[in-house]
């Protein structure tokens, strides 16, 4: 295998052990898109680790760090991540950028800072969530106007994700709701509802390629709309699906999209 081969696997076994459902919708496109998307999600995923590798900020901010000199090395001169996939990451150069803006977005979780309010909280999903949708695009084909509808998607698929997580974030001390009043909760998965039927609509058209950059936020319909009706399940870590309908829903997303 060559060492772009062998990059490209290391992607995939990283994105399978730390992101198993993003793993499962890739697994749903073609083989050649998968090469294209292991990368990008391999990178997303050491990206938004490396604010959680030390209790210090200062020291988690230099692990991030790390990445945004990558980045900028690959985005400005071509210049190869020195790091396991970084030689599937070359082909990406174009989504370099967008990998750029997500690691400077991801600094804010080096610091225990709470979200002043809904918009500030909205902002970091379109930042880090809608930048990835936009980015798997790029490397999809989506053209300017694809791309802006699948970071719209991308944003509130990510607040569906954020939901999901809130107990685990809670558990290691963060505030990750500006506002844990039922109706607050409900208020942003109903708006978050809107934007994906909206995104979902303006891509209709778009080749296939393009829209199977959706299925990473298969399940987020469901975990919005649950979110919705039954706030409180938030907190108790009440949003998780049985695995027969994580499958049959990537199944019809698949089918579908």
Do not use: K
């Not at 001169?77 to 750029?100: F, K, M, N, S, T």
């Not at 991801?106 to 979200?115: H, Q």
């Amino acid at each position: 295998m060559s060492d772009l081969g062998q990059s490209v696997a290391a992607a995939a076994a990283r994105v399978e052990a730390g992101d198993p459902d993003r793993f499962a919708a890739t697994m749903a496109v073609p083989a050649e898109e998968r090469a294209r998307l292991w990368p990008l999600y391999a990178a997303n995923l050491e990206i938004a680790r490396a604010p959680w590798a030390s209790a210090e900020p200062m020291v988690a901010e230099m692990r991030l760090q790390w990445w945004v000199d990558a980045l900028e090395a690959l985005a400005e001169q071509g210049h190869e991540p020195r790091h396991e996939i970084g030689a599937a990451l070359v082909p990406l150069r174009a989504a370099a950028p967008h990998l750029l803006a997500l690691a400077e977005a991801r600094r804010r979780d080096c610091w225990n800072e709470p979200f002043a309010d809904a918009a500030e909280l909205s902002t970091y999903l379109a930042e880090t969530s809608g930048t990835l949708f936009r980015a798997a695009g790029l490397v999809l084909g989506a053209d300017a106007a694809a791309q802006a509808a699948l970071a719209r998607f991308g944003a509130a698929a990510g607040l569906a994700a954020w939901f999901r997580a809130v107990p685990e974030l809670v558990a290691r001390g963060r505030a990750p709701l500006p506002d844990e009043a039922p109706e607050a909760i409900s208020g942003l998965a109903r708006v978050a509802l809107a934007e994906l039927a909206a995104a979902r609509a303006d891509l209709r058209r778009a080749p296939a390629p393009v829209r199977r950059a959706m299925l990473p936020g298969w399940q987020a319909p469901a975990v919005l709309d649950l979110a919705a009706r039954a706030p409180g399940r938030v907190a108790q870590d009440g949003l998780g699906r049985s695995e027969f309908s994580r499958r049959f829903g990537l199944l019809c997303a698949a089918l579908t999209i």
